[in-house]
């Protein structure tokens, strides 16, 4: 059974800092793709930041430049560093992982995309 499960979320004030982590397990793809999207109340789920096997990686305009995810492939988990955070930020935070292990062109613009996800993490950014 796949399972993700993130951790990290927090208040903080406006300018402050978080890690999320995304623990995954159970999935059966060595090479695969994972990312993080964000949902704030009354609006569509959005892709925030995606990494590849290769660690390449992909971000959201708004998150550029604040924000960082990286992996451990040791530890089968996924972090996103978030800097300079923003009233706007706020939101419950995904981690998500292709259920083929495969994803297409855009994928953080697809959040109905067939992903597995966690159960999301609350971020609150006060001003």
């Known amino acids: 059974e796949v399972e993700l499960v993130e951790s990290g979320g927090g208040s903080v004030q406006a300018g402050g800092s978080l890690r999320l982590s995304c623990a995954l397990s159970?999935?059966?793809?060595?090479?695969?793709?994972m990312g993080w999207f964000r949902q704030a109340p009354g609006k569509e789920r959005e892709g925030v930041a995606s990494?590849?096997?290769?660690?390449?990686?992909d971000y959201a305009d708004s998150v550029k430049g604040r924000f960082a995810i990286s992996k451990d492939n040791a530890k089968n988990t996924l972090y996103l560093r978030m800097n300079s955070l923003k009233p706007e930020d706020t939101a419950m935070y995904f981690c998500?992982?292709?259920?083929?292990?495969?994803?297409?062109?855009?994928?953080?613009?697809?959040?109905?995309?067939?992903?597995?996800w966690g159960q999301g993490t609350q971020v609150t950014v006060s001003s």
């Open positions: 998500a992982a292709p259920v083929t292990g495969r994803i297409i062109l855009g994928w953080l613009d697809l959040p109905h995309y067939n992903n597995y």
């Open positions: 990494i590849d096997s290769d660690g390449d990686t």
């Open positions: 159970g999935y059966p793809y060595p090479y695969y793709v």
